[in-house]
């Protein structure tokens, strides 16, 4: 374990970085993932590494939008459970949502590492093991999810989810929500509600707000919803990087 002291100017960016190596190091995160993780860093630097105001109404909506749901899935990789294993098990429970591993480079081996770590942080039901369904329009390995989880889900939240799978979800016609720091890549774009921000800040924030609109009706949370404008946040997340 490095000791990282948190009065270190850079301390969130070095715990996220941190994480991932030890994400690494324990068979979770792929050396893809090592290369997502720069990415990431570099557009969570233009952005200041804090919360635009439009990512935060984004980060609402998503929670309302989790809330109103039949049935959600968060949609866990490599690098979402490096990153924030504990945060997403929390907010499964403050939302009712199912947590389903899905990886871009499947291997056995890797997702029975990732789904032990997600229990060891106390998730109860970690689905995608089963693979008893295929999402239409991928190829075969990529394509694999489980019937009673992404599959049948009808909004999904996809964090750090490359843009064919982002996009062949929304064809089957789910609500996605999908957590990237890059407001111009393909992913946040297809997305119904796109939070531009670091899943270390963007989950836990989420997880706050749903916490918050615990006692909403359904009324509430669908004028959220509706008042929610995702051009908008594209853009001011674009503004953000550009005017610097
Ligand atoms: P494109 O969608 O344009 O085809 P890509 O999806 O192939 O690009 P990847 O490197 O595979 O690009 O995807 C990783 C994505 O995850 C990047 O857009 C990066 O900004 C984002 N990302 C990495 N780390 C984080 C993080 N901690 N929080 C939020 N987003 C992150
Ligand atoms: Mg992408």
């Known amino acids: 374990e490095v000791e990282i002291p948190e009065d270190h100017p ?17 068979g979770i995160t792929s050396k ?3 290369i997502a993780e720069g990415r990431g860093e570099s557009f969570d630097y233009l952005l200041g590494e804090e919360t635009l105001p439009s990512a935060d109404e984004a980060e609402l909506a998503a929670a309302a939008q989790l809330l109103l749901a ?23 429970e403050a939302t009712g949502a199912d947590i389903e591993v899905n990886l871009f480079n499947r291997t056995e ?5 990732i789904a032990d770590h997600l229990r060891e942080h106390g ?14 329009g991928l190829e075969h390995e990529r394509g694999k999810v489980d019937e009673e989880g992404i599959y049948s889900a009808d909004v999904v939240l996809v964090p ?31 997305a119904a509600i796109p ?26 949370l669908e004028a959220i919803v ?19």
């Open 226 to 244: 509706e008042a929610f404008d995702r051009e908008k946040t594209l853009e001011e997340a674009e503004h953000a990087i550009r005017d610097v």
């Open 70 to 92: 039949e049935h959600a899935v968060l949609s866990m990789n490599g690098n979402v459970a490096a990153l924030v294993p504990g945060e997403i098990v929390e907010l499964a």
């Open 10 to 26: 850079r301390y969130q960016s070095l715990l996220t970085r941190h994480r991932i190596e030890e994400g690494v190091e324990k």
């Open 195 to 220: 939070i531009i921000d670091n899943i270390m800040r963007a989950v836990p924030n989420m997880t706050a707000h749903a916490r918050d609109l615990a006692d909403a009706s359904r009324e509430e």
């Open 109 to 113: 081996e890797r997702m029975q590492a």
């Open 32 to 34: 893809q993932g090592l």
């Open 123 to 136: 998730a109860e039901n970690v689905k995608g093991l089963t693979a008893d369904a295929r999402i239409p």
């Open 160 to 190: 750090l989810e490359d843009g064919d799978r982002a996009e062949a979800l929304a064809e089957m016609g789910k609500t996605e929500i999908v957590i990237d720091l890059n407001p111009l890549s393909r992913s946040p774009r297809t």
